[in-house]
C-alpha cells in the first residue's frame, strides 16, 4: 500500500506479482497491480488484472469471506481500466484510419507521377495539366469517401461508450442489451451468472 502512495508503480508491480506467486488467488495482489499497470498506461494488462481481483473478490463473497467490502472499489477500478482501454484502442483506430488514407493517398500521387514521367512530345503540358487535375479528383473523393465512412474525421472524433452499455458481470460492451421488469429476476439472473463467472 505504501508503494502505491509514492506511485513507484515498476516496485508495486513486482511486489503484486512477487506476492500472486505465492498465493494464486490473491484478490489484493490483483487490485494493485491493475492499479498500477492503469497507472502506466498498460491499459490491456490492467483489465485482465482487475478483473481478475473482480473474480476472487465475488467468490470470497460467495464462500463468506471479508470480500464484501472490497466489491465497490474493484469494480469501479474495474470500470476504469475498461474505459482507458476502449480509449487507447479507440486512439490507435483513428491513427490507423489516418495512416491508412495517407497511404491511399500517396500511392494515387506515386500513380500520377509515374504517368507523367512517362510522357513525351508535343502538347504534353496539357495531358499533363489533365492528369493532376483527374488525380486531384480522385484523392479528394478518397478523402471524401473515408470522411463519409466515419473512418476519418478532421477532428479526430472518437466514439464513446456509455456507462450503461457496458455489463456490469462481464464488464464489455454489451451487444444485445435487455431490460427487465423484475428486480428479483435481475438479481436471480445475476446469481447464476456469477455461480457460472
Not at 481478475?52 to 472499489?73: D, I, P, R
Not at 481500466?81 to 494515387?108: F, T
Not at 510522357?119 to 473523393?141: A, C, F, Q, S, W
Amino acid at each position: 500500500m505504501a508503494l502505491l502512495k509514492l506511485s513507484n508503480w515498476p516496485a508495486v508491480i513486482a511486489a503484486s506479482n512477487a506476492s500472486i506467486v505465492l498465493l494464486p488467488e490473491n484478490m489484493k495482489a490483483y487490485y494493485y497491480l491493475a492499479q498500477a499497470q492503469i497507472a502506466l498506461h498498460n491499459t490491456a494488462d490492467a483489465v485482465v488484472n482487475a478483473k481478475l481481483a473482480h473474480k476472487f473478490c465475488v467468490q470470497e463473497v460467495q464462500t463468506g469471506g471479508k470480500g464484501a467490502g472490497s466489491l465497490g472499489v474493484i469494480t469501479e477500478l474495474v470500470l476504469k481500466c475498461v474505459k482507458e482501454d476502449w480509449e487507447r484502442r479507440e486512439e490507435e483506430r483513428l491513427r490507423g484510419r489516418k495512416g491508412l488514407l495517407e497511404d491511399v493517398v500517396v500511392a494515387l500521387e506515386r500513380e500520377r507521377d509515374g504517368r507523367i514521367a512517362k510522357l513525351e512530345g508535343e502538347g504534353v503540358e496539357e495531358v499533363v495539366e489533365g492528369l493532376r487535375k483527374e488525380y486531384e479528383g480522385r484523392i479528394e473523393e478518397v478523402r471524401s469517401v473515408f470522411e463519409e465512412a466515419g473512418k476519418v474525421d478532421r477532428e479526430g472524433r472518437r466514439r464513446k461508450v456509455p456507462d450503461w452499455v457496458v455489463d456490469d458481470i462481464t464488464f464489455s460492451v454489451m451487444v444485445d442489451p435487455v431490460m427487465v421488469r423484475s428486480s428479483a429476476f435481475h438479481a436471480y439472473f445475476l446469481y447464476l451468472v456469477r455461480k457460472v463467472y
